[in-house]
């Protein structure tokens, strides 16, 4: 009898840990390491997805803190849709070596913080992609392997069918209030999809926004060539409000947002106004970027190595929240919540306070509560929800024939509101 409640154990033991797979994302790991970008060449506003064999490349841009040269080398890992490794062996999705050196970097010139700027361009000359679906990139410092610095994801789609969207402020909640409801089609009179319910996987991102990621949804209606997705409070997003922006070009002038700018040794410090809780306000249209940013800096001629980094001040006025914090969210953290973007509260000035270090430039952002025991951040107790917010919705669509590997990315559809 206890031989066999050893083996039962063994095996709920190694069926635990088989199931407990990384999820990756984009996210730094080392303090050293800003800056973070991962976009298509060329692109500034860009989701990092790119067609197989299109000839477009995938660019990721970082700095190091520090002109002292490390060497830095990567792995790429083939994904699962839910962004776990997939069974796939490199010698199946890619042509070349992993753990290839990036070469490609420069030092700050003319900055008073050091630093080391890299770039990597996936495909290469010594990398080729073989299949579609969701990749990972793992940066490591070449002295210390297993040290992952950051890690930096991105899509590859091989467009098999056409996916038909629609979104509304009409919504199976409320309407034109607080909600937009996503409603699509994917349409295939040229592509097999034998079983949707369990061979389609859809995935509907909300301004690159991870926390609220809707997954896990089944069509209304399966007709011949056409898959419906409609009337499903899944596909129901908080509407939530226009992102903030500021603005830092240089030292000799206040720029967008930013009350006073100091030098002390050894980073200039830039207090910003104030913010205040907008959920009480009426909504006020302003022209966001649904929170990406842009390194730029005045009178320079390459803001990758010529920008400076500042100290950034942030406050939020507002009484404590209880049961749950605030996360600064925005591209600038790489849309992930973590200890890294919460802020913490200063009971004295009665506001949230959070200190970044950014490199120069454009910067939205936007302040998410997230409940005790929560991942999903929510706009309504600081920004409030309205539902005339202009947000960007992104559509993907996974397919995994019966007897296949993995999931190829057959459909990526960006929708805008209002479109």
Not at 343 to 358: A, F, G, H, I, T
Request: glycine letters at 4%; a negative charge; hydrophobic letters at 30%.
């Amino acid at each position: 009898m206890k031989r066999f409640e050893l083996f039962v154990l063994i095996l709920s033991f190694l069926f635990v840990t088989g199931n407990c797979q990384e999820t990756y994302c984009t996210e730094v790991k080392h303090k050293q390491i800003k800056t973070l970008q991962v976009k298509v060449q060329g692109e500034t506003f860009s989701a990092p997805v790119i067609e197989l064999n299109s000839g477009k490349v995938i660019e990721i841009n970082f700095d190091a803190l520090s002109h002292g040269y490390g060497r830095y080398a990567y792995t790429i890992t083939h994904c699962n849709a839910d962004w776990t490794p997939s069974v796939l062996s490199s010698l199946e999705y890619m042509s070349g070596f992993q753990n290839l050196s990036i070469d490609d970097f420069a030092n700050s010139l003319n900055t008073t913080t050091f630093y080391t700027n890299y770039r990597l361009f996936l495909p290469n000359n010594d990398i080729k992609f073989k299949v579609s679906g969701n990749y990972v990139v793992k940066v490591y410092n070449e002295d210390r392997p297993k040290d992952i610095v950051f890690t930096a994801c991105f899509s590859i789609v091989e467009p098999k069918v056409n996916v038909a969207a629609t979104v509304s402020s009409n919504t199976d909640i409320d309407v034109n209030k607080e909600h937009q409801q996503i409603g699509f089609e994917i349409v295939h009179p040229n592509y097999e999809i034998t079983a949707p319910q369990s061979d389609l996987k859809v995935q509907i991102y909300q301004n690159n926004r991870c926390d609220n990621m809707v997954k896990n949804i089944q069509p209304l209606t399966i007709a011949k060539d056409r898959i419906i997705y409609q009337f499903n409070r899944d596909l129901i997003f908080e509407a939530g409000n226009e992102y903030r922006r500021i603005e830092f070009l240089s030292n000799k002038y206040n720029g967008m947002g930013v009350q006073r700018i100091q030098f002390h040794r050894p980073y200039y410090h830039i207090d910003l106004y104030p913010d205040k809780v907008r959920s009480d306000k009426p909504y006020l249209y302003d022209q966001d970027q649904n929170g990406q940013y842009v390194i730029r800096s005045s009178q320079v001629e390459d803001p990758d190595t010529e920008a400076d980094y500042y100290i950034v001040h942030f406050s939020l006025a507002s009484k404590p929240i209880g049961n749950g914090n605030i996360h600064i969210s925005g591209n600038l953290f790489n849309n992930v919540l973590n200890e890294n973007s919460r802020m913490e509260y200063n009971e004295d000035d009665r506001q949230y306070e959070k200190s970044v270090l950014l490199k120069q430039g454009t910067y939205n952002y936007q302040y998410l509560f997230v409940p005790d025991g929560q991942q999903k951040g929510e706009t309504a107790p600081v920004e409030g929800n309205f539902s005339q917010t202009s947000n960007e919705y992104r559509i993907m669509v996974y397919h995994r024939p019966f007897g296949s590997k993995f999931d190829k990315l057959i459909a990526v559809k960006r929708i805008n509101f209002p479109e």
